[in-house]
């Protein structure tokens, strides 16, 4: 091959992957630029407010790590912390343990599986908002459709389900774990599907029941989607904050206040811009490291 063909066949080469390099930038762009917006800005915004004392009309004063102190300083901030690390453990295993067994009813099931999934895929898709009203109407204490129906069978029938202090924070977790439920059953399905089938027929031959083949077959096989789905909903329940702000906002007196609810008071009921950017740059890397070292975990252990 001669030198003059070798020289325009690099150039068409070059001119190929610079075409190719802006379109991938074209496709790429509107993503990054969203990504940029709504994402990155406001995390930096949010790092570089947690610097100053700032009321959100008047001028920015830095005060260097004052609010961080202030925030680690605050009785209340341990308290809500620990509403919180209740709430996204709580709900998680929750889930976990819910959504399988429900992922086993719906794996077995051989009539109406798509309407059964369908069914409780639905809460999905609502909003937080309007899940967090309509049980609101069905928790009232007065006309609530669960106290009436408690009523009609012959329970106590007026409890304050949100207006409880021991029983609000509850009842917030107990709709949490009945909106995500559908979501997490989708993803133990999943998993299930993926186990094979000739492993439980060889158990079957040796002796094996249900309970046996569950322990030894079914769970090993879903210890990587189990330790996804916690990832999911922990991480998903430390940023809770429509639910209990649409059905308690916080209440009674702080019982199931969390740490985003926290914040949004400091920030747009006292005007404590910079104490609430420091609760949430604290929050968002609680989240980050609680999910690195979860992840790390998966891998080290699954070798994934």
């Known amino acids: 091959m001669s030198l003059q063909t070798t020289i325009p066949a690099r150039r068409l080469s070059r001119r190929r992957r610079r075409t190719s390099g802006i379109w991938v930038l074209l496709m ?16 930096v915004s949010a790092v570089g407010n947690s610097f100053v004392q700032w009321d959100g009309l008047g001028p920015k004063v830095f005060v260097g790590f004052a609010n961080y102190v202030q925030v680690f300083s605050t009785e209340k901030t341990w308290t ?56 609101t109407f069905i928790l009232g204490p007065n006309q609530g459709l669960l106290n009436s129906a408690l009523g009609a069978i012959g329970l106590p029938s007026q409890t304050a389900w949100l207006g409880t202090p021991s029983l609000a924070l509850y009842s917030v977790m107990g709709v949490d774990v ?23 027929e060889a158990a079957k031959v040796d002796g094996a029941g249900t309970v046996s083949s569950f322990f030894h077959i079914t769970l090993p096989a879903l210890r990587t989607m189990i330790g996804l789905n916690f990832i999911i909903a922990f991480a998903g329940a430390l940023n809770v904050f429509d639910l209990v702000y649409v059905m308690t906002q916080g209440g009674p007196s702080g019982a199931s206040d969390t740490v985003m609810t926290f914040m949004y008071r400091q920030a747009f009921n006292v005007q404590q811009y910079g104490f609430a950017s420091a609760l949430a740059t604290i929050l968002f890397f609680l989240v980050a490291i609680v999910t690195l070292i979860q992840i790390r975990f998966l891998r080290s252990d699954y070798n994934v």
């Open 28 to 43: 790429v762009g509107p993503g990054l630029l969203l990504f940029a917006l709504f994402i990155l800005w406001p995390l």
């Open 80 to 135: 809500d912390l620990g509403h919180t690390i209740f709430y996204a453990v709580g709900t998680a295993i929750a889930k976990i343990v819910l959504a399988l067994l429900i992922a086993l009813l719906v794996a077995r099931a051989t009539r109406g599986v798509s309407i059964l999934r369908s069914v409780i895929f639905i809460p999905v898709l609502m909003s937080f908002v309007a899940v967090g009203l309509l049980w």
């Open 178 to 200: 009945w909106k995500w439920l559908g979501y997490h059953m989708v993803l133990f399905v999943a998993g299930l599907q993926s186990v094979r089938p000739e492993l439980y």
